[in-house]
Protein backbone atom coordinates (compact mmCIF):
# COMPACT_ATOMS: atom_id res chain seq x y z
CA UNK A 1 0.00 0.00 0.00
CA UNK A 2 1.09 3.48 -1.02
CA UNK A 3 0.38 5.18 2.59
CA UNK A 4 2.79 2.69 4.24
CA UNK A 5 5.54 5.14 2.49
CA UNK A 6 4.31 7.76 3.92
CA UNK A 7 5.37 8.80 7.48
CA UNK A 8 2.84 9.56 10.23
CA UNK A 9 3.91 13.09 10.21
CA UNK A 10 3.93 13.95 6.20
CA UNK A 11 0.33 12.24 6.30
CA UNK A 12 -1.06 14.61 8.65
CA UNK A 13 -0.45 17.31 6.90
CA UNK A 14 -1.48 16.24 3.38
CA UNK A 15 -4.74 15.00 4.98
CA UNK A 16 -5.01 19.19 5.50
CA UNK A 17 -5.46 19.38 1.54
CA UNK A 18 -9.06 19.25 0.98
CA UNK A 19 -8.47 18.81 -2.42
CA UNK A 20 -9.05 15.18 -3.14
CA UNK A 21 -6.48 15.98 -6.66
CA UNK A 22 -4.23 18.12 -4.99
CA UNK A 23 -3.45 15.60 -2.47
CA UNK A 24 -3.04 12.65 -4.28
CA UNK A 25 -0.27 14.76 -6.22
CA UNK A 26 1.36 15.26 -3.15
CA UNK A 27 0.96 12.20 -1.82
CA UNK A 28 2.73 10.65 -5.34
CA UNK A 29 5.50 13.34 -5.34
CA UNK A 30 6.41 12.98 -1.58
CA UNK A 31 6.84 9.25 -2.25
CA UNK A 32 8.96 9.37 -5.06
CA UNK A 33 10.86 12.56 -3.51
CA UNK A 34 11.51 10.56 -0.20
CA UNK A 35 10.45 14.08 1.34
CA UNK A 36 11.26 15.24 4.70
CA UNK A 37 8.22 17.12 6.72
CA UNK A 38 9.58 20.07 6.61
CA UNK A 39 10.23 19.28 2.16
CA UNK A 40 6.54 18.17 2.00
CA UNK A 41 5.56 21.71 3.61
CA UNK A 42 8.04 23.72 1.68
CA UNK A 43 6.52 21.96 -1.57
CA UNK A 44 3.07 22.74 -1.02
CA UNK A 45 3.50 26.38 0.36
CA UNK A 46 5.62 27.25 -2.38
CA UNK A 47 2.60 25.82 -4.84
CA UNK A 48 4.31 23.16 -6.58
CA UNK A 49 0.97 21.24 -7.57
CA UNK A 50 -0.02 24.72 -9.05
CA UNK A 51 3.07 25.03 -10.83
CA UNK A 52 3.15 21.86 -12.46
CA UNK A 53 -0.37 22.75 -13.60
CA UNK A 54 1.20 25.63 -15.54
CA UNK A 55 3.87 23.80 -16.32
CA UNK A 56 4.20 22.19 -20.14
CA UNK A 57 6.91 19.88 -18.94
CA UNK A 58 5.74 18.23 -16.10
CA UNK A 59 8.65 15.30 -15.62
CA UNK A 60 11.13 18.13 -15.95
CA UNK A 61 9.51 20.42 -13.62
CA UNK A 62 9.29 17.02 -11.16
CA UNK A 63 12.70 16.39 -11.96
CA UNK A 64 14.50 19.92 -10.53
CA UNK A 65 11.80 20.10 -7.40
CA UNK A 66 13.84 16.55 -6.88
CA UNK A 67 17.28 17.72 -7.65
CA UNK A 68 16.78 20.74 -5.22
CA UNK A 69 14.46 18.98 -2.40
CA UNK A 70 15.94 18.09 0.65
CA UNK A 71 16.00 14.68 1.34
CA UNK A 72 14.87 12.73 4.77
CA UNK A 73 17.84 12.34 7.22
CA UNK A 74 18.21 10.07 10.10
CA UNK A 75 16.89 12.99 12.58
CA UNK A 76 13.66 13.28 10.46
CA UNK A 77 12.77 9.36 11.43
CA UNK A 78 14.09 9.48 14.65
CA UNK A 79 12.69 11.52 16.71
CA UNK A 80 -10.42 33.88 3.70
CA UNK A 81 -9.16 33.86 0.70
CA UNK A 82 -8.03 36.16 -2.02
CA UNK A 83 -8.62 34.70 -5.28
CA UNK A 84 -6.11 35.58 -8.03
CA UNK A 85 -7.60 34.19 -11.64
CA UNK A 86 -4.89 34.45 -13.76
CA UNK A 87 -5.87 32.65 -16.70
CA UNK A 88 -3.71 34.69 -19.01
CA UNK A 89 -0.60 32.31 -17.27
CA UNK A 90 1.25 30.68 -20.92
CA UNK A 91 2.67 27.34 -20.57
CA UNK A 92 6.17 27.04 -20.77
CA UNK A 93 8.59 24.11 -20.36
CA UNK A 94 9.15 24.72 -16.01
CA UNK A 95 7.03 27.13 -13.82
CA UNK A 96 9.29 27.86 -11.16
CA UNK A 97 8.98 29.66 -7.71
CA UNK A 98 10.29 32.49 -8.82
CA UNK A 99 8.61 32.34 -12.00
CA UNK A 100 5.49 32.24 -10.44
CA UNK A 101 5.74 35.09 -8.16
CA UNK A 102 6.65 37.20 -10.94
CA UNK A 103 3.62 36.48 -12.83
CA UNK A 104 1.45 36.84 -9.93
CA UNK A 105 2.85 39.84 -9.02
CA UNK A 106 2.70 41.24 -13.17
CA UNK A 107 -1.00 39.89 -12.91
CA UNK A 108 -1.87 41.58 -9.45
CA UNK A 109 -0.43 45.05 -10.94
CA UNK A 110 -3.34 44.58 -13.66
CA UNK A 111 -5.59 43.15 -11.12
CA UNK A 112 -5.58 45.83 -8.55
CA UNK A 113 -5.78 48.77 -11.24
CA UNK A 114 -8.19 47.47 -12.88
CA UNK A 115 -10.78 47.65 -9.71
CA UNK A 116 -10.45 51.49 -10.09
CA UNK A 117 -11.53 52.99 -6.69
CA UNK A 118 -9.02 54.85 -6.57
CA UNK A 119 -5.52 52.84 -7.15
CA UNK A 120 -2.83 54.44 -8.76
CA UNK A 121 0.37 52.59 -9.77
CA UNK A 122 3.97 54.18 -8.66
CA UNK A 123 6.54 51.42 -8.54
CA UNK A 124 7.48 47.74 -8.97
CA UNK A 125 9.90 46.29 -7.11
CA UNK A 126 10.38 49.68 -5.51
CA UNK A 127 13.93 49.45 -3.89
CA UNK A 128 14.12 50.71 -0.15
CA UNK A 129 17.64 51.75 0.97
CA UNK A 130 18.12 51.83 4.61
CA UNK A 131 21.59 52.43 6.58
CA UNK A 132 24.16 50.30 3.87
CA UNK A 133 21.14 48.07 3.22
CA UNK A 134 18.24 47.29 0.18
CA UNK A 135 15.37 45.96 0.13
CA UNK A 136 12.58 45.89 -2.78
CA UNK A 137 8.92 45.72 -1.88
CA UNK A 138 6.63 44.14 -4.80
CA UNK A 139 4.14 46.73 -5.36
CA UNK A 140 3.73 50.66 -4.63
CA UNK A 141 0.42 52.19 -5.31
CA UNK A 142 -1.31 55.59 -3.88
CA UNK A 143 -4.70 55.42 -3.46
CA UNK A 144 -6.02 59.11 -3.89
CA UNK A 145 -9.59 57.95 -1.92
CA UNK A 146 -7.53 57.03 0.84
CA UNK A 147 -4.94 59.18 1.07
CA UNK A 148 -2.10 57.30 1.59
CA UNK A 149 0.38 54.95 -0.18
CA UNK A 150 -0.45 51.14 0.02
CA UNK A 151 2.44 48.33 0.00
CA UNK A 152 1.31 45.43 -1.20
CA UNK A 153 4.19 42.20 -1.03
CA UNK A 154 3.61 38.74 -2.47
CA UNK A 155 4.92 35.55 -0.88
CA UNK A 156 5.31 32.58 -2.27
CA UNK A 157 4.94 30.51 1.28
CA UNK A 158 2.08 30.32 4.08
CA UNK A 159 2.61 33.59 6.31
CA UNK A 160 5.67 33.73 8.82
CA UNK A 161 6.18 36.12 11.60
CA UNK A 162 9.31 37.60 10.06
CA UNK A 163 6.85 38.84 6.98
CA UNK A 164 5.19 41.24 9.54
CA UNK A 165 8.35 42.83 10.90
CA UNK A 166 9.38 43.15 7.22
CA UNK A 167 6.22 45.45 6.03
CA UNK A 168 6.52 46.89 9.05
CA UNK A 169 9.88 48.38 7.83
CA UNK A 170 7.99 49.23 4.66
CA UNK A 171 5.19 51.32 6.59
CA UNK A 172 7.33 52.56 9.10
CA UNK A 173 10.01 53.83 6.01
CA UNK A 174 7.31 55.28 3.66
CA UNK A 175 5.96 57.15 7.25
CA UNK A 176 8.76 58.98 7.81
CA UNK A 177 10.48 59.40 3.89
CA UNK A 178 7.69 59.76 1.71
CA UNK A 179 4.63 60.57 3.21
CA UNK A 180 3.22 64.22 2.94
CA UNK A 181 1.65 66.31 5.58
CA UNK A 182 -1.69 65.74 4.51
CA UNK A 183 -1.62 62.13 3.76
CA UNK A 184 -3.12 59.58 6.05
CA UNK A 185 -0.55 56.62 7.12
CA UNK A 186 0.48 54.16 4.70
CA UNK A 187 -1.42 50.37 4.16
CA UNK A 188 0.59 47.22 3.86
CA UNK A 189 -0.93 44.23 2.40
CA UNK A 190 0.54 40.73 2.78
CA UNK A 191 -0.51 38.26 0.03
CA UNK A 192 -0.22 34.27 1.22
CA UNK A 193 -0.61 30.99 0.20
CA UNK A 194 -1.72 30.55 3.94
CA UNK A 195 -2.31 31.28 7.31
CA UNK A 196 -2.81 31.13 10.61
CA UNK A 197 -5.06 33.62 11.95
CA UNK A 198 -3.34 33.00 15.77
CA UNK A 199 0.04 33.36 14.05
CA UNK A 200 -1.30 36.73 12.45
CA UNK A 201 -2.61 38.02 15.33
CA UNK A 202 0.55 37.59 17.43
CA UNK A 203 2.79 38.90 14.94
CA UNK A 204 0.87 41.83 14.09
CA UNK A 205 -0.47 43.03 17.69
CA UNK A 206 1.18 46.08 19.09
CA UNK A 207 2.37 46.90 15.51
CA UNK A 208 1.44 50.81 15.45
CA UNK A 209 0.61 50.04 11.26
CA UNK A 210 -2.28 49.03 9.31
CA UNK A 211 -1.01 45.63 7.89
CA UNK A 212 -3.42 43.45 6.33
CA UNK A 213 -2.75 39.51 5.95
CA UNK A 214 -5.04 37.63 3.28
CA UNK A 215 -4.28 34.36 1.73
CA UNK A 216 -4.68 33.81 -2.23
CA UNK A 217 -5.25 31.31 -4.71
CA UNK A 218 -4.49 30.71 -7.82
CA UNK A 219 -7.30 29.48 -10.46
CA UNK A 220 -5.44 26.54 -12.36
CA UNK A 221 -5.71 26.57 -16.32
CA UNK A 222 -6.94 23.02 -16.23
CA UNK A 223 -7.68 20.49 -13.54
CA UNK A 224 -7.84 17.78 -15.77
CA UNK A 225 -4.51 17.76 -17.16
CA UNK A 226 -3.74 17.52 -13.34
CA UNK A 227 -6.42 14.66 -12.70
CA UNK A 228 -4.48 12.89 -15.21
CA UNK A 229 -1.37 13.37 -14.43
CA UNK A 230 -1.40 12.16 -10.69
CA UNK A 231 -3.73 8.95 -12.01
CA UNK A 232 -0.72 8.02 -14.45
CA UNK A 233 2.22 9.07 -12.01
CA UNK A 234 0.04 6.70 -9.20
CA UNK A 235 -0.13 3.73 -11.80
CA UNK A 236 3.60 4.18 -12.23
CA UNK A 237 4.54 3.67 -8.47
CA UNK A 238 2.56 0.77 -7.97
CA UNK A 239 3.39 -1.12 -11.32
CA UNK A 240 7.11 0.04 -9.71
CA UNK A 241 6.32 -1.20 -6.32
CA UNK A 242 5.21 -4.54 -7.36
CA UNK A 243 7.76 -5.17 -9.67
CA UNK A 244 10.02 -8.13 -8.65
CA UNK A 245 13.27 -7.31 -7.27
CA UNK A 246 16.79 -8.44 -9.27
CA UNK A 247 17.69 -10.75 -6.15
CA UNK A 248 14.34 -12.32 -5.82
CA UNK A 249 14.58 -13.84 -9.57
Not at 57 to 68: E, F, G, Y
Amino acid sequence: MLFNRISYSNLSLISLIEDPVKRAFYEIENIKGSWSNRELDRQISSLYFERSGLSKNKAALSAMVKQQAVQLTPADVLHEPVALEFLGLEKRDKWTESDLEEAIVSNLKDFLLELGNGFCFEFRQKRILIDQDYFKADLIFYHRILKCHVIVDVKIDRFRHEYASQMNTYLNYYKYEVMQPDDNPPVGILLCTGKGDTLVKYATAGLDQNIFVQKYMVNLPSVDDLTTYVADETQKEILRLSAPKADEN
